[in-house]
T-cell receptor
């Protein structure tokens, strides 16, 4: 069964609005969560690493003021796309690290498909 | 140069064919490797880990050559249900990052 729950699975919004995506770890505590973005026919690109109780670490080229990450609890991380524009339309996926499971270090949420019109 | 690079694909093969995917990685500090499978518009799912000694899981065989920084995945007796995009992934213990290749699309036809 799913160990990481991501919501919503799909969202369509107008340009200029903000969108919040939630990522929850089920039945385990995730001190670290990762946020990825995937454009069509491209690989998953790590956007940021979210650590519970501290500021997220953003990858080069990712605007931290545009993609707000909050990891306030051990089971919830949120990504807010602020003032979304059509070029932000993408597939956003979160994942959580389970350190005890070496063979599969990350469990993925089911992803959120964002379309900005 | 991309950190993890895969065959561009797509691969179109008939049922029952054997297909091989190749992958190279540039960061010699990469410590673990995986093959993930991603169906259209879905999240990636772990297919198998890759060990230096090579490992097999049913019809799937993965190989790792650290000297050449090369990873492979062999699928034997391919099924229609194998149609998906296969992602080669390197894991950097430092920072716990997964670095994904761009994926190779496989289409198995009847």
């Amino acid at each position: 069964g799913a160990v990481v729950s991501q919501h919503p699975s799909r969202v369509i919004c107008k340009s200029g609005t903000s969108v919040k995506i939630e990522c929850r770890s089920l039945d385990f505590q995730a001190t670290t969560m990762f946020w990825y973005r995937q454009f069509p026919k491209q690989s998953l690109m790590l956007m940021a690493t979210s650590n519970e109780g501290s500021k997220a670490t953003y990858e080069q080229g990712v605007e931290k003021d545009k993609f707000l990450i909050n990891h306030a609890s051990l089971t919830l991380s949120t990504l807010t796309v602020t003032s979304a524009h059509p070029e932000d339309s993408s597939f956003y996926i979160c994942s959580a690290e389970i350190r005890e499971t070496y063979n599969s270090p990350l469990h993925f949420g089911n992803g959120t498909r964002l379309t900005v019109t | 140069r991309k950190e993890v690079e895969q065959d561009p694909g797509p691969f179109n093969v008939p049922e029952g064919a054997t297909v091989a995917f190749n992958c190279t990685y540039s960061n010699s500090a990469s410590q673990s490797f995986f093959w993930y499978r991603q169906d259209c518009r879905k999240e990636p799912k772990l297919l198998m880990s890759v060990y230096s000694s090579g490992n097999e899981d049913g019809r799937f065989t993965a190989q790792l050559n650290r000297a050449s920084q090369y990873i492979s995945l062999l699928i034997r007796d391919s099924k229609l249900s194998d149609s998906a995009t296969y992602l080669c992934v390197a894991f950097l213990n430092q920072g716990g990052k997964l670095i994904f290749g761009q994926g190779t699309e496989l289409s198995v036809k009847p």
